[in-house]
Structures are given as C-alpha cells and as structure tokens.
C-alpha cells in the first residue's frame, strides 16, 4: 500500500514529466513575467538554458512587429486580455529565437487559477512545416493556374487563326518552362505518312531540327520517327546506347542531347499526325510528372495541326470554287474576248497587208513601212497582253498573298471587261486612288472579285437606257482601310434584300449560277476584309469591299 | 462645176484601228476623217463631198447600228460599210437590211473593204447627184405661179387644154400660154419630160416636202 502522500507525490512526479517531455513547448506565464518553462521551450527557442528562458520578458521572443503589421507587445497584450477573460486563446504568432531567427507558431493561452490569482499556460507548437507546406501548396497552385492560363492562351491562337508553328512555339514553350532542362518539340508526319517535318522546336539547335526535318519515319528512326511509325510512345533514357539511335548518334553527340521521349500525337480518329517528344541533356527516365505534360501537350498540338489541315482543305476546295467561277466568267465573256482579241489582230492583218502591196511597188517609201511595222509590233503585242491577262485568270494556281496595289488590280480588270462594256454599250468612268498603301492579297482572286462585281454592275443594266448605262469602278483610302467600289445604273438593291444576295445560289440572272457574290465575299473575308451591297442615292446598286491597308506603300 | 474629193468617215473607238482604217484609205489616194465615237461624228458638220462611212458596230455609248439608224432618217442616208471585232448572224441581217454597203468581221481582206468603200462612195456620188437634180426640180417648180402650177399637175395627169380650160373656168387660150411658160420654167423639152419631173416630185414626197 501506498500513503496518500506518496500518492500525490507519484502523481505530481507524472505532471511533471508530462510538462518537462512534452514535444510542444510550454511557459508558464505569470503577469507578464515567465515563472516556468519546460525543455522544449529552452530548445524551440535556442536559449542557453532554462534560467535564461525565464530571466526574459515575452518582448524577447518576438520580432518588434507581428507579420499584420501590429506591434508584438500591444498585439501580445491584447491576446492575454482576451485569454483571461474566456480562460482560452489560441492564434498564430512570429516567434524570434535567442540567436534572432524568426518562426512561425501556434500559440495557445489558457488560464489557470493559481494560489488566488490566473496564471497563463502558453502552449507553443512550431508550425514552420505546416507554413512552408501551405506555401507550396499555394505556389503549385499558382503555377498549376500559370499553367492552364497557358493552355488557355495556346488554343486561343488556334481559334484566332495563327500560324501553326507560332501556335506550335508557344505550346512548346509552355511547356518547357514547366520542368527545369526539359527541351521539347513537335515534329508533323507529312501527308504521305512516311517523312518528318519540323513542326516547332525553338531550343534544340538549328542542326539537329534542319538533320530531322524531312527524315523517314520507321522502326528504327530515332525516338519520334520510331514513335510515329508504331503509333506508340518511345522512351529512350540515353541516345548515346539505345539501338533505335544508332543511324543518328553522331548528331545527337553533336547536339548535345542524352534522352528523347516521344509520344505520338493522334487525330480525333486515331490516325497519327506528328510527335511530342522531350529531351534532357543527361541520360534521363521519366519520373511520372511528365506524362500529365506529354498528354496537354499532345492533346492540344492534335487540335492545332488538325485545325490546321482542316482550314488548308477548306482553303483548297475554296480555290477550286473560285476557279471554277473563274472560268465560267470567262466562259460568259468569250464573245468579247474574241472581239478584244480580234481588234489588234483585224489591224496587224490589214497592216501586213498594205505592207506587202507596197513591196511590190516600184518605189517604196520605207518610212511608211516601218511606222506600219511599228503598228503591228504594237498590236501584236497588245494581242498577247489581252491573252496572258485571260490565262492569269483561268490558270489554276494556288493562292498567295503579296502587297498589291487595288488600284492596279482594277485597271486590270476594267481592261478585262472594257470591250463587254463596249458591246453593251455601258461606259465605264475609272476613279482609281493614286499612292494608296498596299493590301495583302492574291492578285488573281481580288481580280476576280472586281471581275465579278463589274460583269454584275453590266448585267444590271441591261434594261437601263443606253445613254445612262454608266459603272464607276473607285478605289480610295478610308480609315486604315483600303476601298474598292463598284456602282451600276440599274434596278438598284431592295435595303431588305441586300444580304441575301451573297447567299450561295443566289441568282436573278437567266443562266446565272448564283455563286459569284458568295465567292467573292469568301475571298474578301480571307484577306481579313468585308464585302457589302447598298443601293446608290442616284439609283443603282453599289457593291463596295474593304481590306486591311498595309504599311507599305506602292506606286 | 468640179466635184470635190471623196472622203472616207472612220467611227471606231480603237485607236490601232483607226491608224490602219487611215492608211489603207490612203493607200487608194482618199482622205479620212476620224472619229472616235458616234457622238463626235454627229456633233461634227456633215460632209459636203462624197463621202462613205466605216463605222464599229460595238462602240461606248451609241453603237454603230444605233447611228445607222439615225442616220435613215437624215436628208442623205450616208453609206456604212460596217466593222466588228465578233459579229453575229441577226447583226449582220439587221446592218444589212437597213441598207448597209457591206459588213465585216476583223480580219479581213484589204481589197474587200477598198471595194466595199469605192461602192460606198459610188452610191453616195450618185445620191448627191439626184438630190442635186431634184433641188434644180423643186427650184424650178417653186418658180411657177399657182395657176401655172394647177396647169402643170393637169398637164402631167394628161389632160388637154380645152380640159384644163374647162376645170379651172378660163379659155383654151389662156391655158396655152401658161403651159407655155411652164414648158419654159421647168426647161423641159416635152411633154413626156415635164410627166417624169412630176413624177420625181411625186415620187419623192418626203424629200419633196423637205426641200420645199
């Protein structure tokens, strides 16, 4: 048996151990002045020892200021105030140690009734992981946004119709700055499904993406052209041994690169269009993180190059339309061009002619013949321009933008159209902007957009009187824009019916396709431009199409 | 009184073709005159010598078959020789039927619009010269007196005198005078003379009427 005495004493001998060992430090703190204070404290807090500890006031353990900006006294005043009255407070605090570090810790006050009078037990847990791991976390938050943001941005230049090596950089870009040393790519299959072709690659040096550009894929091509040839991700940790390098060591040794992982990039249906690879300057395996990477990556380099395949099919089969136009135009102006062609030739003919009778005659005067001869140079070559302006206009071609002067893109169809003007006896008035600043175009479409709106600014006014069939055909600057504008003297447009004209068979014509204004205003709307009707004040319907003005300037 | 030289009247709007139109004329020892559209040829006098149109069917503003249509209805209808760049059938019919000397599609041969230009001239020369005859008609007709012109409508009907005295009231005498006087007047020979006056007179009542 045990005396109560020893009891207690047992039982006070276990308080105090609880106090000395616990792994929290604990003060005792008694009207502002320490009267106790266990092991841990003296360590939490670097204190030579104990006595130390208890010789300090709580001002010597914090900064003068607390992270809110509030003075630790006044602020250490206020959260004792507040334990005493509620018996317990529990906050954050900055904690300075002896050797002036500074640390984060939750402070916990309680009160305690002690010989008539509260005493405060101060509980201080260090909470420097806690803190650092919810700064972590909130970088990686930040960066996880950064990242998104970034993904956002990507498929916005897809959707804003940048070029797919801009949208390829950026996206390769982004990705990289998400892993220190990593150096990314993406390379394309070409059409035929059997060559690379450099897609983007704006940190592996110019030799390696000039040497890989236009290479074979195959099973044994190196880590992209093996991946896009199986259809499958290839990781290779070290070029320098892997067999699938062999044909290539010395350019990776030249590059400097150690491991390529590459992962093919599919289409919706499976169908493979390029590869995402990533290269280390070491021999490297990856670690788990990157694949979440490669996905984004692939994901969004197949949307691009799909996007983009996509608009250049749309681009050719709305090339051949307009081709197509083109022709049937032709086909509506061959009477006229035989007239226009037939005008130089009746006059080299009939020249030729009167040169021979002259031959013959005793006495020639030479001075006639050459300015005859003259003559016919002159209409011969005449004769040829007006064909090669007809062969530019039914060749096909692939369309290509270059700075043009509109002005000059209009002389040359109203020399197109002069004579079926003539022959429907429809004068035509030119108004034509000098210096304007060039447009981006393809020369051979904008032709035939004025083509167009000049044969239906003809057509129009087929039921006009011959002496008011007038077309003015204008070009002129207008507010960073550059304008083109045709106007006829006919029927005129109902304002309600303006936008269904460009409705594709659309036609008020008897043998008309109803093609030619829906083309036309595709064309215009490729170039960045818009096409619109209106009717004329003086009667008549007006057609009028701007597009961006460029810098440059062209005479 | 001497005729004045022919002249051929170009209308075409090509330039190139005008110059050789020119030159081919002058190879024949004739002068042109060039216009380039219909308009500046009818703002400009017409010729008073022989003169032959070469006119562009398809020409700014009025064509060539507009003028020639214009041209119907003037005092002295010139001749056309039509051109065109690309002609059609209905083109050619409708120039033609309206009295055209000819009509061509370029190219042609020079000898055949040298032929058709020297016809055109040809019918204009001849024109000219019943027009002037007819206006030495009228001017002598104009001369006669009312009466002495009632007895040379009853005269040329084939009536006789003792008739004519009888319609218009008077003696057989006095009418023998007037016939004299319209016999003199109108120097004609004969009878049968005076019969084809009346006749072109008659037979042209419109260019009658506009002469008078």
Redo the contacts between chains.
């Keep these: 048996m045990i005396g109560a005495n020893q009891q207690q004493s047992h039982s006070e001998l276990a308080l105090r151990l609880v106090f000395e060992r616990s792994p929290d430090a604990i003060l005792l703190l008694d009207d502002g002045v320490f009267i106790d204070c266990n092991q841990a404290a003296v360590e939490m807090l670097r204190a030579a020892g104990k006595d130390e500890l208890l010789s300090l006031l709580p001002s010597d353990l914090s900064p003068t200021i607390q992270p809110d900006g509030s003075s630790s006294a006044a602020k250490a005043q206020q959260m004792i105030a507040v334990a005493l009255e509620r018996g317990h407070h529990r906050f954050e605090w900055l904690a300075k140690r002896r050797n002036g570090s500074e640390f984060p810790v939750e402070v916990s006050l309680t009160s305690i009734p002690f010989l008539q009078r509260q005493i405060l037990y101060v509980v201080w847990r260090d909470i420097s992981r806690r803190k650092e791991a919810e700064r972590e976390l909130a970088k990686s938050r930040e960066s996880d946004d950064a990242f998104r943001a970034g993904q956002g941005r990507v498929l916005e230049m897809i959707a804003q119709g940048a070029t797919l090596s801009d949208v390829l950089a950026s996206l390769v870009t982004l990705i990289e700055a998400q892993s220190e040393g990593m150096i990314c790519s993406v390379l394309q299959l070409s059409e035929d499904g059997k060559h690379i072709r450099h897609g983007a690659a704006p940190r592996l040096p110019e030799i390696y993406v000039q040497a890989v550009n236009g290479a074979p894929i195959g099973p044994k091509n190196g880590s992209c052209g093996t991946a896009m040839y199986r259809g499958q991700p290839v990781i290779v940790t070290d070029m320098l041994t892997d067999p699938l390098w062999e044909d290539y060591r010395e350019l990776a040794k030249l590059s400097g690169l150690r491991a390529c992982w590459s992962t093919p990039i599919f289409t919706g249906h499976g169908k493979v269009l390029g590869s995402f690879a990533m290269y280390y300057r070491q021999p490297q395996a990856p670690t788990g993180s990157e694949a979440r990477l490669t996905e984004v990556a692939t994901h969004i380099a197949g949307i691009a190059i799909e996007h983009e395949r996509a608009q250049n099919e749309l681009q050719h089969t709305r090339s051949e339309l307009a081709h197509v136009a083109r022709v049937t135009t032709m086909g509506e102006l061959a009477?006229?061009i035989?007239?226009?062609?037939?005008?130089?030739?009746?006059?080299?003919?009939?020249?030729a002619?009167?040169c021979r009778?002259?031959l013959q005659e005793k006495e020639v005067d030479l001075k006639?013949v050459a300015e005859?001869l003259e003559?016919i140079s002159?209409?011969g070559h005449?004769a040829s321009q007006i064909i090669s302006r007809i062969r530019s206009l039914v060749k096909k071609h692939v369309p290509e933008k270059a700075p043009l002067n509109l002005s000059d893109v209009a002389r040359d169809v109203i020399g197109l159209v002069g004579?079926e003007?003539?022959?429907k006896?429809?004068?035509?008035h030119s108004q034509l902007g000098e210096s304007l600043p060039a447009v981006e175009a393809d020369r051979v479409q904008l032709q035939q957009v004025l083509l167009n709106l000049c044969m239906n600014g003809i057509e129009a006014m087929h039921d006009t009187d011959?002496?008011q069939r007038q077309l003015t055909v204008q070009t002129v600057m207008s507010n960073g824009s550059v304008l083109a504008a045709v106007s006829d003297r006919g029927m005129g447009i109902e304002p309600a019916k303006s936008e269904q004209l460009f409705k594709p068979f659309h036609t008020t014509k008897a043998n008309g396709m109803g093609m030619g204004l829906a083309i036309s205003r595709s064309i215009i709307e490729s170039f960045g431009g818009k096409l619109w009707a209106e009717s004329n004040t003086g009667g008549g319907a007006m057609f009028s199409f701007s597009l961006p003005a460029g810098s440059q300037e062209i005479q | 009184m001497t005729e004045k030289p022919p002249v051929v009247i170009v209308v075409d709007?090509?330039d190139?073709?005008r110059?050789?139109?020119s030159?081919?004329v002058s190879?024949i020892g004739l002068k042109t005159v060039p216009f380039n559209s219909a308009e500046a040829f009818l703002a400009a006098p017409p010729p008073d010598c022989p003169a032959c149109l070469v006119l562009d069917v398809?020409?700014?503003?009025?064509?060539g078959l507009?003028l020639q249509r214009r041209l119907a209805q003037a005092s002295r209808p010139l001749p056309i020789v039509f051109?065109?760049?690309?002609g059609d059938i209905p083109m050619t019919v409708e120039a033609m039927k309206a009295g055209a000397v000819g009509f061509f599609?370029?190219?042609?041969?020079?000898q055949d619009?040298i032929d058709a230009i020297k016809e055109g001239i040809a019918r204009d020369r001849e024109l000219r010269k019943q027009l002037d005859e007819l206006a030495e008609i009228q001017a002598r007709y104009d001369s006669l007196t009312s009466r002495e012109r009632e007895v040379f409508a009853l005269v040329t009907e084939g009536s006789l005198n003792k008739q004519i005295a009888h319609k218009l009231g008077t003696s057989e005498r006095t009418i023998k005078a007037h016939r004299s006087q319209v016999v003199q007047k109108m120097k004609a020979d004969s009878v049968a003379e005076l019969v084809r006056m009346a006749d072109r007179l008659k037979i042209h009542p419109q260019i009658t009427q506009k002469l008078a």
């Design positions: 009477a006229s035989a007239h226009e062609v037939n005008q130089p030739l009746g006059a080299i003919v009939g020249n002619d009167i009778s002259w006639l005859a003559d002159n209409d005449r004579h003007a003539r022959r006896q429809v004068i035509i011959a002496n | 709007d090509d190139s073709f110059n050789f139109l030159r081919l190879t398809q020409m700014p503003g009025l064509s507009d051109t065109t760049g690309h599609s370029k190219p042609f041969r020079n619009m």
